[in-house]
């Protein structure tokens, strides 16, 4: 791997991670290129569960020390590879976000690290806690599945016509309830978990953010819990939390619960507007996710920060210079990555895996078809009247997605056209309602 003079990220020292069945990980980020996924496993191979296991010694796993001890010489871990080609391709990374927002650097890394990557914990809490309580969610989303969305795993056993997939700790058998549909119970780790609450409580104290993702979060009742357990123990003024959310579901519980916390943060899985929106993440209802938009950004009462996380996937990589317009010029939501911020237009990041849904699987006709179309917006804007700091971050986000997609083809195309042909069959869709220029693509469909 290539080697860079600082290529330091805080989360492998500040962060615990968990995945969707609790197995811990070094990063969310850590899963697209990697075999290993970023997985932290003990000596006989198993992987640390946040439900059973001592988060402490986890964080000093064979995995993660490896992981220090390379970016501490200044070298990139193939874990760390997404980050990677992000950042060569101008597009700001995860470990370039994180940088943003903590203390810890690598001069201080290297006073708590001893040079195999081994942390002495007692001097570094855990600040930030990436925690998801299993899968349960009300979408669909195309770029999604199984491990993140219990709604996946009807068309999960119809997409691949088979009842199981492997995840990190086991193969996931799903079977039939008596109302016909799919189930598995390997991802309730968190339901009365006791050793999991007995950690929580263990090590929130030091906690500065909690980024909860889910399944969909706003409809877990364990994230309810974890908010009403942070507001009793007087913690909450000094916690961000930060979410992904659908935004769906906004409850005055939440509401009233999210005015105890020192900030919340909302990134919104939002990847288009209006049709766009709802066929890459059924059965969501635009309207509906737009009015929750507009109620949380007329909210006085929460210090509230919202950006869109806009997951550029080959359905709505023709439409983003359209929703960052839209934004822009008619959504009249200030408070979502508002034009004086650093990020004015949109918070986004490509799809990597799987590698059907990555922009790289696209003909070079049609990537060339995408940068003409980005050229016609980067004429809009820089007639517009919007401010040099706007027009700026607007060409360098469709600068960094030209750049990524050209980058490679990654000959997932044609399972890219398979895959949509029959998730349209499936849901009653036609990918061409949404992207006209892909006719010839899905000529014959």
């Known amino acids: 791997?290539?080697?860079?003079?600082?290529?330091?990220?805080?989360?492998?020292?500040?962060?615990?991670?968990?995945?969707?069945?609790?197995?811990?990980?070094?990063?969310?980020?850590?899963?697209?290129?990697?075999?290993?996924?970023?997985?932290?496993?003990?000596?006989?191979?198993?992987?640390?569960?946040?439900?059973?296991?001592?988060?402490?010694?986890?964080?000093?796993?064979?995995?993660?020390?490896?992981?220090?001890?390379?970016?501490?010489?200044?070298?990139?871990?193939?874990e760390c590879e997404r980050c990677r080609q992000e950042e060569v391709n101008g597009i700001l990374s995860r470990r370039e976000y994180e940088g943003m927002d903590w203390d810890i650097d690598l001069e201080m890394a290297k006073t708590i690290t001893a040079e195999d990557g081994t942390l002495d914990t007692s001097k570094q809490d855990i600040e930030f806690f990436d925690i998801r309580y299993g899968n349960f969610c009300n979408l669909k989303c195309r770029m999604c599945g199984p491990t993140d969305s219990h709604m996946w795993y009807g068309d999960f056993v119809k997409l691949h016509n088979k009842t199981t997939y492997k995840d990190t700790h086991d193969i996931i058998e799903l079977w039939k309830k008596p109302n016909g549909k799919y189930t598995t119970d390997q991802y309730d780790w968190f339901k009365d978990a006791n050793h999991y609450w007995d950690q929580f409580e263990k090590h929130t104290p030091g906690a500065k953010k909690l980024y909860i993702v889910g399944g969909e979060p706003l409809i877990i009742d364990e994230h309810i819990e974890s908010l009403d357990r942070l507001v009793k123990s007087d913690k909450a003024k000094d916690i961000e939390i930060e979410y992904n959310t659908n935004l769906t579901n906004i409850t005055p519980k939440i509401l009233a619960l999210w005015e105890n916390f020192k900030q919340i943060r909302i990134g919104a899985s939002i990847d288009g507007t209006g049709d766009v929106f709802e066929y890459q993440r059924p059965p969501g209802n635009w309207n509906k996710v737009y009015a929750n938009m507009k109620k949380l950004n007329d909210n006085k009462n929460i210090n509230l920060k919202c950006w869109f996380t806009y997951t550029v996937t080959p359905y709505n990589v023709f439409h983003l210079p359209e929703f960052m317009k839209w934004h822009l010029d008619e959504s009249g939501l200030t408070r979502f990555n508002p034009k004086t911020g650093p990020r004015p237009t949109v918070t986004h990041h490509m799809c990597h895996s799987p590698k059907y849904f990555n922009v790289k699987c696209l003909p070079e006709l049609i990537k060339s078809e995408i940068e003409e179309h980005y050229e016609f917006y980067k004429e809009w804007v820089a007639r517009s009247d919007h401010t040099n700091h706007v027009k700026k971050h607007y060409n360098k986000v469709l600068d960094g997605v030209i750049n990524f997609m050209k980058s490679e083809d990654n000959g997932a195309l044609q399972e890219f056209i398979d895959v949509t042909n029959k998730l349209d069959k499936m849901r009653g869709q036609n990918i061409l309602d949404i992207v006209p220029e892909y006719k010839e693509l899905f000529d014959g469909r």
């Open 1 to 78: 791997m290539k080697e860079k003079a600082n290529i330091f990220c805080p989360m492998p020292w500040n962060s615990i991670n968990l995945r969707n069945n609790g197995d811990l990980r070094i990063c969310c980020n850590a899963n697209s290129y990697s075999k290993r996924k970023g997985i932290m496993r003990k000596e006989d191979g198993s992987p640390y569960n946040a439900g059973k296991d001592d988060w402490d010694e986890a964080r000093n796993c064979d995995l993660i020390k490896e992981v220090r001890s390379d970016m501490l010489k200044g070298t990139w871990n193939p």
